[in-house]
Structures are given as structure tokens and as C-alpha cells.
């Protein structure tokens, strides 16, 4: 059974940083690349950043350029999101998908399969 679950979410104030975990079971992480997406209160979900599956590819969205870094432990089948000097538009649920190729990725929703439940980032004084 495939499984993908997030954690790490919180609120934290401008300016802060956090570090989101997407621990995977049920598929050999090695071979997929992963996307993180967020979903903000009345707004469509959009891609955040990917990786490819052996960690060589990375893509962001320019809104979190310079501050986010995606990162993978294939060994611990685990996905990090680390994110810095995060601000209130920040906020939302973030998730974490599997990409239907191994060594590339986007983050076009639709090319993405399996997902997890979303953990809540709250950016706010």
C-alpha cells in the first residue's frame, strides 16, 4: 500500500523557518521523483518545488526561490522541505506527491499520483 505522509507543519512567525518531512512507504522511493505542493484557504493547489528521484534535479517555484531547499534521503525513503524566511503568503497545506517520471519532474498537478494527507504551515505575528 502506498503511503505518503507529512509532517513538520506549524505556525511560525515571519521570517521563520521549518522543516517539512514526507515519509514514504509501500514503493521503492528510489524510483520516483517527488513533488511538494500547497493549498492555501480558496485557492486552486500549486507546486512548490520537485526532485528527482536519485536528487540530481530540483525545481522551484519562483515565489519560494532562494528561500526553500527540497532535498531526499532515499535510504530513509524520506522527502524534506526545508523552508526559510517564510511570510504569511506562505500559508497553507502543504503536500507531497509522487511524479509519474523518475529523472526529471514539474510541477504540473496532473502528472502526479499518489498523495499525502497535507500538513498545515501557519506564517503569522
Known amino acids: 500500500q502506498v503511503q505518503l505522509v507529512e509532517s513538520g507543519g506549524g505556525l511560525v512567525q515571519p521570517g521563520g523557518s521549518l522543516r517539512l518531512s514526507c515519509a514514504t512507504s509501500g514503493f521503492s522511493l528510489d524510483y520516483y521523483a517527488i513533488g511538494w505542493f500547497r493549498q492555501a484557504p480558496g485557492k486552486e493547489r500549486e507546486g512548490v518545488s520537485c526532485?528527482?528521484?536519485?536528487?540530481?534535479?530540483?525545481f522551484y517555484r519562483d515565489s519560494v526561490k532562494g528561500r526553500f531547499t527540497i532535498s531526499r534521503d532515499n535510504a530513509k525513503n524520506t522527502v524534506y522541505l526545508y523552508m526559510n524566511s517564510l511570510k504569511p503568503e506562505d500559508t497553507a497545506v502543504y503536500y507531497c506527491?509522487?511524479?509519474?517520471?523518475?529523472?526529471?519532474?514539474?510541477?504540473?498537478?496532473?502528472?502526479?499520483?499518489?498523495w499525502g494527507q497535507g500538513t498545515q504551515v501557519t506564517v503569522s505575528s
Open positions: 526532485i528527482s528521484s536519485n536528487g540530481t534535479r530540483t
Open positions: 506527491a509522487t511524479y509519474r517520471s523518475r529523472f526529471s519532474c514539474s510541477v504540473a498537478r496532473s502528472e502526479y499520483s499518489y
